[in-house]
């Protein structure tokens, strides 16, 4: 295939489902990673005890019922992302990656933007609160997140973009033939 040639349809859609599974997985490794690094440190330095995290039950939630979501949005938003790469061609690995990771951003966005606004009704409500705290510290106060679960966030934005870098790399592995 001459580098030139526009890829097809199919092929874009067959590297992006491949390219949102490759990303959850990395999404998965880059959390549960993070998960017991914190919960490491906790032990050695603060001498906190281990708990029962459900680490593997998170996990296997987050697998069965965030394949089909990262599948939806990766095809609702990377094949966008993707003819805007196609239209220049950019097909090199960096552009894959950084059109990936730019993919992952505006997913992380749209989930960041959705909690905001379910919070936000509880946050106007006077008669509801939503308190969250997480190792020790206060992370939502009434509905919206404290300077503290703003740094998560922002944890979990950088996360989606690396794992949308991930995905683009797989996704034009996939679809782009050698």
Known sequence: MDETEPLGM????????????????????????????????????????????????????????????????????????????????????????????????????????LGLAIGLQTFLDDRSSYNSWSYGYQVTRDGLPTAFGWLIQLKTLLFYCAAGAIGGIAARFLAIPR
């Open 10 to 113: 199919r092929r874009m859609t067959l590297g992006l489902v491949f390219g949102s599974l490759v990303g959850l997985l990395s999404y998965l490794a880059l959390e549960a990673g993070s998960d017991l690094l914190i919960q490491l440190i906790a032990h050695q330095f603060f001498g906190f005890e281990w708990s029962d995290l459900h680490f593997f039950e998170t996990i296997w939630f987050l697998a069965l019922f965030g394949a089909p979501i990262a599948i939806v949005m990766g095809l609702l938003v990377g094949l966008p992302v993707w003819q805007v790469a196609e239209a220049r061609p950019l097909r090199s690995w960096r552009s894959a990656s950084a059109y990936g990771s730019i993919a992952g951003a505006v997913i992380g966005l749209i989930f960041l933007l």
